[in-house]
């Protein structure tokens, strides 16, 4: 599902970072790298997808998912936290999937969420929310 992808995760949880880890890897991803706060996001780095929860260490990522949207990197969200209405309104189309969540819940909505940049402009995709 994840083939060839290099994928970031932003997650303070350390056991549920390496749970997720495994899973991309599991699934295909060539690379995986984790982030337990936002200044441990490598500016070298470049990543095909991410997996992002909305608060580390107390800090919000929604301007750092902003940024990832706006660069068109797919990603979704995976989060305890968060009024839903106010991230689906601001994230339209981008899944959150609330902890805890089944693994093969995430890997399946990171995938749709790859699949959906794929395809052609215009082109009518399911949205996962």
């Known amino acids: 599902m994840l083939s060839g ?3 970031l995760v932003l997650e303070d949880e350390f056991l549920i970072a390496m749970d997720v880890e495994h899973l991309c890897l599991e699934h295909g991803a060539t690379s995986v790298v984790i982030a337990r706060e936002l200044g441990e996001v490598p500016t070298a780095f470049e990543f095909d997808a991410a997996i992002v929860d909305l608060m580390l260490g107390g800090q919000s990522t929604l301007d750092f998912a902003g940024a990832l949207a706006q660069r ?12 839903r209405e106010d991230i689906v309104s601001r994230f339209p189309g981008v899944a959150i999937v609330a902890k805890p969540y089944a ?3 995430l890997i399946e909505a990171l995938a749709a969420a ?3 940049r ?8 399911e949205k996962i929310n």
Do not use: H, K, N
């Open 103 to 105: 693994g093969s819940d």
């Open 114 to 116: 790859c699949q959906r």
């Open 5 to 7: 992808l290099q994928i």
């Open 72 to 83: 068109s990197v797919p990603f979704v969200f995976a989060s305890g936290y968060g009024d």
């Open 118 to 125: 794929r395809e052609p402009e215009g082109e009518l995709t």
